[in-house]
């Protein structure tokens, strides 16, 4: 465990209008909301005598110099969640579609990133790259 991530804030333009697309995509992940405060949104994820990881939205303060978010600018290129299975990645590809959200890349194997590595790439309402990965 050490070493994992503990906690992940991403900043997003408005937190209330991506809350709908992170509480249904965390939400199949296992995380639930927690709080609420000024400036977004915290989901955790329930573990042992407390959480185990948790994730922020946090209102941008400035404007930045893109529509949506360049992950090749410095800053984050993409955050990968865990899956428990390929159907655990094709169920939310199904979840993602319904949502109408941005696929990037759909359900496949990737033998670039690794062997057995199936994974769905997507992206958040302000462009942030995603993806939830199995790798046997």
């Excluded at 070493?3 to 333009?13: I, K, N, P, S």
């Excluded at 609420?36 to 407390?50: A, I, L, R, T, Y």
């Excluded at 529509?67 to 090749?72: A, G, L, P």
């Excluded at 942030?128 to 790798?135: D, Y």
Aim: charged share 25%; glycine share 10%; proline share 4%.
């Amino acid at each position: 465990m050490r070493g994992t991530v503990d906690h992940l804030d991403l900043t997003v333009r408005d937190p209330l209008k991506s809350l709908k697309f992170y509480e249904a995509v965390l939400g199949f992940m296992g995380y639930t909301r927690v709080r609420q405060h000024e400036n977004g949104f915290d989901f955790d994820m329930p573990g042992e005598g407390g959480w185990r990881c948790s994730v922020g939205l946090r209102r941008a303060l400035g404007t930045g110099k893109h529509e949506v978010h360049d992950r090749y600018s410095p800053g984050l290129h993409h955050v990968a969640f865990r899956a428990e299975s390929r159907s655990d990645v094709d169920r939310l590809h199904y979840l993602l579609v319904r949502l109408k959200a941005t696929i990037l890349d759909a359900p496949a194997e990737y033998p670039q990133y690794g062997s057995a590595y199936y994974a769905v790439f997507f992206s958040d309402p302000d462009g942030l790259k995603l993806e939830f990965v199995f790798q046997d």
